[in-house]
């Protein structure tokens, strides 16, 4: 009797007992929830900032050809590269707009023809801007307000003309014709295989207050190229760093970024009948939900990837991205001793 009298003066009742441990249980579970808690904003912290911070994730590229000269053999020597395209054979198709002419090379970078010169005659150029293919072999040359359309020898097939500046060109789902520049307030033309106008659409850019007041400001109210697959439209603003997404030709989304390397656009001079301007220039790719984003930077250029939206690489490059053919290489024009083109490979991971 005394024993348990001792026991229950030293000790505490049971339902007290009890509620101390329930108390303790509680502790336990708050601290390991509070654990999971850290765990999970670690994480989330981790995969933003691999998302809007990428730093070092393991991402080369690996040049494997290199086409262009210092002297020698006047096929492989250019003036000033201003576009490339990839056909679905790898045939290379380079507009030099300071020579005036296209120049073609196999896959290998073997020469295989050219064709254009400087003039205003038939097949001539005059203020070539960009090119684009089609699956028949044919090539389209924007020329300042025309269209030329060559055969996959070369051959001048017709032009027709046009009553703005074109930009850029590709073909869209349709087989139609799809030009980027300023006509009547709207930033894409479209016009059929034979040159007949059909319909425009989208907004212009807005561009920044020292540009608005410009004898020819439109110019600058739209985007310096276009990529476009089948019923989907990129283009990127030029005074930021925003990308248009277009669907069946209405606007469906943007995709942006804080950039702390875009390069602003810069008014530079104004000389007769015109003025000239620094902006950014880019090249903009999409695969398999992948978008490949290329842009001048203040210091460097830059390559962008996102995928499903978010960002996993920032890498610096060299030279200006101008085409991803169907096997995924990079083409660069690259222009520090002398101009030429330069594919490059990237590794596995990517």
């Not at 049971?14 to 999970?40: D, F, G, Y």
């Not at 490339?84 to 020579?99: A, R, T």
Request: hydrophobic share 35%; charged share 30%.
């Amino acid at each position: 009797m005394q024993k348990r009298g001792l026991h229950r003066e030293s000790g505490t009742p049971s339902s007290e007992r009890n509620t101390k441990k329930s108390q303790c249980r509680r502790r336990r579970n708050i601290l390991c929830l509070l654990c999971q808690i850290c765990l999970v904003i670690q994480f989330m912290v981790f995969f933003y900032f691999c998302a809007q911070k990428p730093g070092e994730k393991d991402f080369s590229l690996k040049k494997e050809l290199e086409i262009g000269l210092l002297e020698g053999d006047k096929d492989y020597i250019f003036g000033q590269i201003t576009d490339v395209k990839i056909d679905s054979l790898g045939n290379i198709f380079i507009l030099d707009v300071k020579m005036n002419r296209v120049v073609k090379y196999d896959r290998d970078g073997k020469f295989i023809l050219r064709f254009g010169e400087k003039g205003v005659g038939p097949g001539e150029f005059e203020d070539p801007r960009s090119i684009a293919l089609d699956s028949s072999g044919r090539v389209y040359v924007i020329d300042f307000q025309k269209v030329i359309i060559f055969d996959e020898a070369g051959g001048l097939i017709k032009s027709f003309g046009l009553d703005f500046m074109g930009i850029d060109m590709a073909l869209n789902d349709k087989g139609n014709f799809l030009i980027l520049g300023a006509r009547d307030n709207q930033l894409f033309n479209v016009y059929d295989r034979e040159g007949k106008y059909l319909y425009s659409f989208g907004d212009l850019v807005n561009s920044p207050k020292e540009f608005a007041g410009l004898k020819g400001a439109s110019l600058f109210r739209t985007p310096l190229r276009l990529w476009a697959n089948g019923n989907k439209i990129f283009v990127m603003n030029p005074y930021k760093y925003e990308i248009w997404l277009y669907e069946n030709e209405k606007i469906k989304g943007k995709l942006t970024r804080r950039s702390p390397d875009y390069l602003k656009p810069e008014l530079k001079e104004e000389v007769p009948g015109g003025f000239s301007a620094v902006v950014s220039g880019n090249f903009i790719f999409e695969e398999n939900n992948t978008i490949y984003v290329y842009y001048d930077g203040e210091k460097a250029s830059w390559l962008d990837v996102f995928e499903d939206g978010k960002l996993i690489i920032s890498k610096k490059v060299k030279g200006i991205l101008s085409a991803i053919d169907n096997k995924g290489k990079f083409y660069f024009i690259e222009s520090e001793d002398y101009s030429k083109i330069c594919r490059y490979s990237k590794n596995k991971g990517l």
